[in-house]
């Protein structure tokens, strides 16, 4: 079996932080997103991975390899024109996958538990086409199955009015068959070859089409919300190592890591789960629950709490700092240090700030 991930996209439900970084190396307690996913792959057995990129994308593969890190193959596929679906994504990838059944994983998907069993069930049940589904509160975001007497009969792709509660997650294990099915579906109203169409195709044509539950939980990343929740439910996994000798004026409390050469130091309390990378200057701080921070982060005098930190972001200033995603370099300082006074603000689009 292989696998057929997705890392193309803009990310333009995350900007700022994807006008400079691919929304799939986004990174979820340090680690990028895409990394998550390539180690539940691999866990499952599957070693040969194809990564569907944005044309002349040149980041991703910078930060992946060739998969040897692994110890698997990682082949990329660009997809030229756009974004054109997810069924397009896989009517590209015919040349890689061949005849093979796979695995089509949605890159910037979070989930907690492996795949091995949804891997079992497929290869077993002989299924032509097996969707792992999770309970949501938002079905309306998703594609969403109607299901009767124990089988998918549809599957609507972001319903006004969904049938179920589920929500198709971005894991499928397919056949070729799957590749009659996007060859023979149309562009939707958006102008793209939707999942959920080749999904029901697939169905109408009396294929065998399975379905499991994920048990745990499942989070999509497509809004900074998602991805501070997804933080979250990673950090809160975590094991405490300390790869420094913390000084007796910080206090430590809870689950924390915290990275090589990395200074603590002064009246610090960093209460966990917490993940501090290296070469960190920690001063005079409070580091609350639920935050990740980067190498090369400076912060002083200040409190920070679920919050998302990328590398060499700079904090000094007294303030406090909540539910915030700040993109690498960010610099923030107190108004009292220059004249005039008063708030300066430089943003992108789909900025959120609260002053």
Same mark, same amino acid.
Request: proline share 4%.
């Given at each position: 079996m292989k696998a057929l991930l997705t890392a193309g996209g803009h990310g333009t439900r995350l900007r700022p932080i994807t006008n400079a970084?691919? *929304?799939?190396?986004?990174?979820?307690?340090?680690?990028?997103?895409? %990394?998550?996913? @390539?180690?539940?792959?691999?866990?499952?057995?599957?070693?040969?991975?194809?990564?569907? $990129?944005?044309?002349? #994308? *040149?980041? $991703?593969?910078?930060?992946?390899?060739?998969g040897k890190k692994w110890k698997a193959e990682i082949t990329y596929i660009e997809q030229i024109g756009g974004a054109l679906g997810l069924a397009h994504v896989i009517k590209i990838s015919e040349p890689f996958i061949k005849k093979e059944p796979f695995l089509f994983y949605l890159g910037d998907n979070i989930i907690l538990g492996g795949i091995k069993e949804f891997v079992k069930q497929f290869k077993e049940g002989n299924y032509n086409c097996l969707l792992a589904l999770s309970r949501v509160r938002d079905p309306q975001r998703f594609g969403v199955p109607e299901i009767r007497d124990g089988f998918i009969i549809k599957i609507e792709e972001k319903p006004l009015h969904p049938k179920s509660n589920f929500a198709v997650t971005g894991i499928y294990f397919y056949d070729y068959h799957i590749f009659e099915a996007v060859k023979n579906i149309k562009p939707s109203s958006r102008g793209e070859l939707e999942i959920s169409d080749a999904n029901t195709y697939l169905i109408?044509?009396?294929?065998?089409?399975?379905? !499991?539950?994920?048990?745990?939980?499942?989070? #999509?990343?497509?809004?900074? *919300?998602?991805? =501070?929740?997804?933080?979250? =439910?990673? =950090?809160?996994?975590? *094991?405490?190592?300390?790869?420094?000798? %913390?000084?007796?004026?910080?206090?430590?409390?809870?689950?924390?890591?915290?990275?090589?050469?990395? +200074?603590?130091?002064?009246?610090?309390?960093?209460?966990?789960? %917490?993940? @501090?990378?290296?070469?960190?200057?920690?001063?005079?701080?409070?580091?609350?629950?639920?935050?990740?921070?980067?190498?090369?982060?400076?912060?002083?005098?200040?409190?920070?709490?679920?919050? $998302? =930190?990328? +590398?060499?972001? #700079?904090?000094?200033?007294?303030?406090?700092?909540?539910?915030? $995603?700040?993109?690498?370099?960010?610099?923030?300082?107190?108004?009292?240090?220059?004249?005039?006074?008063?708030?300066?603000?430089?943003?992108?689009? !789909?900025?959120?700030?609260?002053?």
């Open positions: 970084l691919n *929304k799939h190396l986004i990174p979820i307690a340090n680690k990028p997103m895409l %990394v998550y996913a @390539i180690e539940k792959i691999v866990n499952a057995g599957i070693k040969e991975i194809g990564i569907v $990129i944005n044309h002349g #994308d *040149k980041e $991703i593969p910078q930060a992946l390899g060739t109408n044509k009396n294929y065998s089409v399975g379905y !499991n539950e994920i048990t745990g939980w499942w989070k #999509d990343t497509g809004k900074p *919300k998602d991805l =501070l929740e997804a933080s979250q =439910l990673v =950090l809160s996994m975590i *094991k405490s190592r300390l790869d420094i000798d %913390v000084p007796s004026s910080a206090e430590i409390q809870g689950n924390v890591i915290i990275g090589k050469n990395t +200074n603590i130091s002064e009246k610090t309390v960093i209460r966990g789960p %917490v993940i @501090i990378g290296e070469n960190c200057v920690i001063k005079n701080a409070y580091i609350g629950p639920y935050t990740s921070i980067g190498n090369g982060v400076e912060i002083y005098n200040a409190e920070i709490e679920n919050s $998302i =930190l990328l +590398n060499y972001v #700079d904090i000094n200033c007294e303030a406090r700092i909540v539910d915030s $995603i700040l993109g690498a370099n960010v610099n923030i300082v107190s108004t009292h240090q220059t004249l005039p006074g008063g708030h300066r603000l430089i943003m992108g689009e !789909n900025s959120i700030i609260e002053l």
